[in-house]
């Protein structure tokens, strides 16, 4: 993190001359400090951090895809008259061993288009589906995958 905020100090300044450097490497250790001060900053949780972001990457991919497939089945479901909606309330066991990624699996399922997540409790997911297309996505959905 601090090469990095040493590198965009050298690259928003144009050029690189002693003083430019010295000033850059104070700047960057009285940040660093800071960061350290205020949020817990060590660099074992920088490599932590750099370590979940290709998952984070895959996840955020996955679930556009995943919103994505749902608007078109909420938009076939509305449009098509002949199919009549059959809206299901399910209980989804899940074993998440962190909350962050129970949180997430909850929001990912209500920012799907046609799905609510109406309650969580522990392992347990109660989800409204508008269409049991829907209820598909959610139980074999690769967000799953990728939080699981």
Excluded at 16 to 42: N, P, Q
Excluded at 86 to 99: G, I, K, N
Excluded at 118 to 144: K, M, N, P, Y
Aim: glycine share 6%.
């Amino acid at each position: 993190m601090l090469v990095l905020t040493l590198l965009l100090w050298l690259a928003f300044n144009g050029r690189i001359s002693g003083e430019i450097l010295l000033l850059g490497l104070a700047a960057t250790l009285c940040m660093g400090l800071l960061m350290k001060r205020l949020f817990g900053y060590t660099p074992e949780k920088e490599i932590r951090f750099w370590r979940i972001v290709p998952l984070l990457i895959a996840y955020a991919l996955c679930l556009a895809w995943e919103v994505f497939r749902a608007n078109c089945a909420v938009a076939r479901a509305v449009w098509d008259r002949s199919r009549p909606l059959r809206q299901t309330l399910v209980t989804m066991h899940m074993d998440y061993r962190h909350s962050l990624t129970r949180y997430l699996f909850a929001n990912s399922i209500t920012l799907t288009p046609g799905t609510v997540t109406v309650r969580t409790e522990g392992d347990r997911f109660v989800i409204h589906c508008l269409s049991d297309d829907l209820l598909d996505g959610v139980e074999s959905g690769a967000v799953a995958m990728i939080l699981g």
